[in-house]
Nanobody
Framework: QVRLVESGGGLVQAGGSLKLSCAAA????????MGWSRQTPGKEREFIAT????????SYADSVKGRFTISRDNAKNTVYLQMNSLKPDDTAVYYC?????????????WGQGTQVTVSS
């Protein structure tokens, strides 16, 4: 059974930093791309960062590029999101996910989310 548990969220002032962690279990972590997304009430979920299986390939949404860094430690079955220069618009629930492919389409397994609140 896939299990993803996020941690590290909280309240931070604008301009500050947070580092989110996502501990994975129930599957061979090193075999799957992983990522982070976020969602605020009334808005669609935004995919913000992805990382390949060995960490050598990353991609970011324009909204976070240059401020956020995704990384992974396959020995610890953990994916991270370092968030710097945070803005009030970054306030959201942040979810990590495992990405799989099924009949030519991406599928995602989600964690329960962690709240990030950025005050102005």
């Amino acid at each position: 059974q896939v299990r993803l548990v996020e941690s590290g969220g909280g309240l931070v002032q604008a301009g500050g930093s947070l580092k989110l962690s996502c501990a994975a279990a129930g599957f061979t972590f090193s075999s799957y791309p992983m990522g982070w997304s976020r969602q605020t009430p009334g808005k669609e979920r935004e995919f913000i960062a992805t990382i390949g299986t060995n960490g050598g390939s990353t991609s970011y949404a324009d909204s976070v590029k240059g401020r956020f860094t995704i990384s992974r430690d396959n020995a610890k079955n953990t994916v991270y999101l370092q968030m710097n220069s945070l803005k009030p618009d970054d306030t959201a629930v942040y979810y990590c996910y495992r990405q799989t492919v099924y009949i030519g389409s991406y599928r995602y397994d989600w964690g329960q989310g962690t709240q990030v609140t950025v005050s102005s």
